[in-house]
């Protein structure tokens, strides 16, 4: 990037993280929670990305990274008493690593249409175990917990208010983002965009793609599951609904009207749907998905840039 | 000897007869649904995540028709028809504008359209189950037990439809255009064959296969707008161990899988059941990629 | 040589550009077919000859230029409707459905509106006096024939939708000598039928017997243009851009 986009571009991200610092004193409950959930599902949208936008793998499966994260985290908060914050983060981090894994294992040896379909299997199939093996995970019911506070042992102890807590998801998400930010940018994300542009030929040159596809995988995997484990945090419940493949489909939603490959794309369509879902929802309740999915198949048609690529050529202008 | 006839004596026969016979009806119905969406596959590389909802609307339509008129014949030709026209009409709207385009875009758009139908469906019908009068009531005589006359007749109708398809593929006038178009499309276009609209006519008839199979599963189950989801999840399985694009490997792949499924629920809940089908994709996909009943690997 | 006479021009290309990608294929043709004419297009490998028969046949858009058919403009009109109103076209490589029998072939191009059961009688039986070895394979799989069978059903092929004109992409390649002869007669036959013929070849002495005239293209433009029998007469030229 040039010296004045990038001087414009990191203004603009500090403009956007101190509005979202400022808006807990801003703006009513409902509303405070809607933004923590826009954050959320966007790194779960980022982490989508980093597979579909980059490396060129479609992938309906991150609901079982974000769902095993969600059910990690409630298996160490229901488990361990007093909950406790890291380590509902550290269990939610290795359920999904270890579905990551599994993933990864066929990425390398399938492409494109089966690897999403097998991926969606997946999904399918945790959301089956979880949803009949009731004795473990709840079954239908999901399980709740109480939200562990933020703490230190030994030093002190916080417990969570909805705003304290959308500074923490806020920090962990931004985090994410950066790092993810300074990895794509990194050689090892060009070597993942060249395989998406050509996988042939970035083998032929040498690079062994198995090993960047797993590494993506995995790097995808964990912060999806990382969004899982927020969302057990911010909602004190875990529930089969979102192993199902839906919400690795809404993930894929939020990809597209943002625009792929951007990883800030993400985040705005991620906020974009929840926002036409809230606003539809006012007039057909729950069936918003009527509207919302016409509008998603229009802007694949014609907007398959998403907003940021629609945005930037309108900037241009 | 004593081991094996004590393991013979064990096992449960009158269920393991009544197994097979549901699972190979289940399978012709599955392999009615596979057809339609191996056959789209196939000639424009469209992966039609819609197809479970056309199957689900299919079954809904045929509750309206019978609701109506009191007829389950006049349900299941009207239901396919009207699904072949709505199919026809998506695929001019949604997916012809995305042709050429990167494949990820059909499927995307198929599960826009998917979400969108089943919504629509939840909407007009409520989340109530609807149910549809099963034409033939009345069982026969296996051995010792009965079995309901309907069942056999899902599984003939459904294998008189796909016989009938592949022989109007064969030997009709325009089964030359589909089979021209599916193996070279640019040379079909240099025929004279309007390949867009054989396009349209084959996801058509793919949507109106996959109404058919919902109207005669209805009387099984009840109608409900997420009965699709889990046939689509098995129809893409079969798609896949079957052989992508492959018509015959389809039908086989969709009795081998639907027989073990109901094997297995013999001893496991049913929706459990459901994860046999999970291993055979994987395994297929682990050690035959390119489908199981295929002759020769390519 | 004088430029397109509108009355007997058939096909006529003028200043097309044509890209693959980023890769300017077609710098600017322009040629032209008369009804009933043999015109053949000579050049080395890569030079665009293909690409220039898919612009006209509809199978490749042209950033620029026009294409047109019996004076009206064709550009951008999609292939199968150019197939119906004259224009076949018989690729590289044949392309023949290798899972259809050589009479479902046949069909692909029979099978049109306004074409009676007797005329499609016909035409089957004049393709298969032309080509006796078809007949003998009518009922086998496209994709049992050898190379020179398969050329003859691609031809053939082309033939059943009447065309006015056929474009005929490096038909003797690969081809036995006793093949070779088979095509340059087919060739004149059509010649005979008034059918006229866009022809890109590989095989000089064979252009220059069957054709009236002959273009001759290098990267992606036509460089030279005359009449086929002053080509006969003095070489020099194919050897300065043929480097034969």
Excluded at chain 1, 71 to 87: C, D, E, H, I
Excluded at chain 1, 200 to 208: C, D, E, F, L
Excluded at chain 2, 71 to 87: H, K
Excluded at chain 3, 122 to 134: G, M
């Amino acid at each position: 990037m040039s010296k004045r986009s990038s001087y414009i571009y990191w203004t603009g991200f500090c403009v956007i993280v101190a509005l979202l610092i400022v808006e807990p004193f801003v703006l009513p409950e409902f509303w405070r929670r809607f933004v923590t959930e826009i954050l959320i599902w966007g790194l779960l949208a980022m982490s989508s990305d980093i597979l579909i936008g980059y490396t060129g793998m479609v992938s309906f499966g991150h609901s079982a990274f974000f769902g095993l994260g969600m059910y990690g985290a409630a298996a160490a908060l229901l488990s361990v008493a007093p909950p406790n914050l890291w380590l509902a983060i550290l269990y939610g981090l290795i359920g999904a690593a270890a579905v990551a894994l599994f993933v990864a294992y066929f990425s390398t040896r399938l492409r494109d249409i089966y690897f999403a379909i097998t991926t969606l299997i997946f999904s399918q199939i945790f959301y089956v175990i979880i949803f009949t093996w009731t004795e473990v995970t709840g079954g239908e019911n999901g399980l709740t917990f109480s939200r562990p506070a933020l703490a230190i042992p030994g030093l002190f102890s916080l417990p969570f208010t909805t705003s304290t807590l959308h500074w923490f998801v806020l920090a962990v998400v931004t985090a994410s983002y950066l790092i993810l930010r300074r990895i794509t940018q990194s050689p090892f994300g060009m070597v993942l965009q060249s395989i998406r542009e050509n996988e042939a030929r970035t083998r032929a040159i040498g690079y062994a793609v198995e090993r960047y596809k797993i590494v993506a995988v995995m790097l995808s995997g964990l912060f999806a599951g990382l969004a899982g484990v927020l969302y057990a945090i911010q909602n004190r419940f875990a529930a089969p609904d979102f192993v199902y493949f839906l919400v690795s489909g809404e993930a894929v939603i939020f990809n597209v009207m943002g625009g792929i490959g951007t990883l800030v794309g993400p985040i705005v369509g991620a906020a974009f749907y929840l926002l036409l879902r809230e606003g539809f929802s006012r007039f057909f309740t729950e069936f918003y998905l009527i509207p919302v999915g016409i509008i998603f198949i229009a802007m694949i048609i014609f907007m398959p840039q998403g907003l940021l690529g629609f945005m930037r050529r309108w900037l241009n202008q | 000897m004593e081991p094996i006839s004590a393991i013979l004596h064990a096992l449960p026969w009158d269920q393991i007869l009544i197994q097979t016979l549901n699972g190979i009806v289940t399978g012709m119905i599955l392999a009615l649904v596979a057809s339609g969406l191996t056959l789209i596959f196939g000639i424009m590389d469209v992966v039609n995540f819609a197809h479970g909802e056309l199957f689900m609307l299919g079954a809904y339509i045929g509750v309206v028709v019978m609701a109506t008129s009191g007829s389950f014949w006049l349900a299941l030709v009207l239901s396919t028809l009207v699904v072949a026209i709505i199919g026809a009409a998506l695929q001019i709207t949604t997916l012809r504008p995305l042709l050429g385009r990167d494949p990820l875009t059909t499927i995307l758009a198929t599960f826009g359209i998917s979400l969108v139908l089943q919504n629509y469906a939840l909407w007009q019908f409520g989340p109530v189950a609807r149910k549809i009068q099963e034409p033939i009531t009345g069982r026969f005589s296996l051995f010792y037990l009965e079995y309901p006359w309907y069942r056999i007749v899902i599984a003939v109708l459904s294998g008189a439809i796909i016989g009938g398809f592949w022989l109007f593929l064969k030997y009709g006038t325009y089964g030359i255009w589909i089979r021209a178009t599916t193996q070279d499309r640019v040379m079909a276009q240099a025929m004279g064959i309007p390949v867009p609209w054989v396009h349209t006519a084959v996801f058509a008839i793919g949507a109106g296969m996959a109404a058919a199979s919902g109207v005669l599963f209805g009387p099984l189950v009840g109608v409900n707008h997420a009965m699709g989801i889990d046939w689509v999840l098995r129809a893409f399985i079969v798609v896949v161990v079957g052989g992508m694009g492959n018509l015959g490997g389809s039908i086989a792949a969709s009795i081998f899988i639907s027989l073990l499924e109901a094997y297995a629920s013999i001893w496991v809940d049913p929706a459990q059941a459901v994860i046999v089908s999970f291993v055979v994709l994987i395994l297929t996909l682990l050690f035959r990629p390119t489908g199981l009943f295929v002759p020769t690997p390519k | 040589m004088t430029g397109a006479d509108a009355s007997s021009t058939l096909v006529e290309v003028e200043d097309i550009h044509t890209y693959y990608g980023k890769s300017h294929v077609l710098h600017g043709v322009s040629l032209w077919v008369g009804r009933g004419e043999v015109v053949g297009l000579l050049g080395r490998n890569g030079v665009g000859k293909s690409t220039t028969l898919k612009t006209i046949m509809g199978l490749v858009r042209p950033s620029q230029g026009r294409v047109r058919f019996e004076g009206g403009p064709i550009t951008g009109i999609p292939a199968h409707r150019l197939a119906r109103i004259g224009i076949a076209y018989v690729p590289e490589d044949r392309r023949i459905f290798r899972l259809l029998t050589v009479m479902e072939n046949l069909r692909t191009g029979l099978d049109r509106r306004g074409v009676s059961e007797a005329r499609k009688h016909e035409l089957t039986d004049k393709v298969f006096a032309y080509f006796p070895v078809l007949a003998e394979r009518r009922g086998q799989p496209g994709g049992t024939l050898s190379g020179g069978e398969q050329q003859m059903l691609a031809i053939a092929r082309a033939m059943m939708l009447e065309p006015k004109i056929i474009l005929l992409d490096e038909p003797t390649e690969g081809l036995m000598p006793r093949m070779v002869s088979q095509i340059r007669d087919i060739i004149e036959v059509l010649h005979r039928e008034g059918v006229a013929i866009l022809l890109v070849e590989q095989n000089v002495p064979l252009t220059l017997q069957a054709s009236q005239r002959i273009y001759i293209m290098e990267k992606g433009s036509v460089r030279h243009h005359c009449a086929a029998s002053e080509l006969r007469v003095d070489d020099t030229v194919i050897h300065q851009y043929l480097g034969v």
